[in-house]
């Protein structure tokens, strides 16, 4: 099952997700046990994803986006 979150977690009509653990896909994805939630309103690099900026080398801007959400959440 896929989400889109915006306020409180929904998965589907009267279901709330519970607080347990939460994990990060990507930056804008998360996983609570069986449920997909994607950020509403956020387009964040797919964790494979490489990005260039003009003069400067390739890096790895979906895993920085994932590491970013990491750091945003910290365990919450």
Do not use: K
Not at 7 to 33: E, K, N
Not at 36 to 50: M, W
């Amino acid at each position: 099952m896929t989400v889109a979150a915006c306020g409180p977690l929904v998965g589907a009509p009267g279901q709330t997700l519970r607080a347990q653990a939460v994990s990060v896909i990507d930056g804008d994805t998360l996983r609570q046990g069986d449920v997909t939630i994607r950020l509403f309103g956020i387009d964040a690099p797919e964790l494979s994803q490489t990005c260039r900026t003009e003069g400067r080398p390739r890096y790895d801007c979906g895993a920085a986006a994932a590491a970013w959400l990491v750091q945003i959440i910290g365990g919450r």
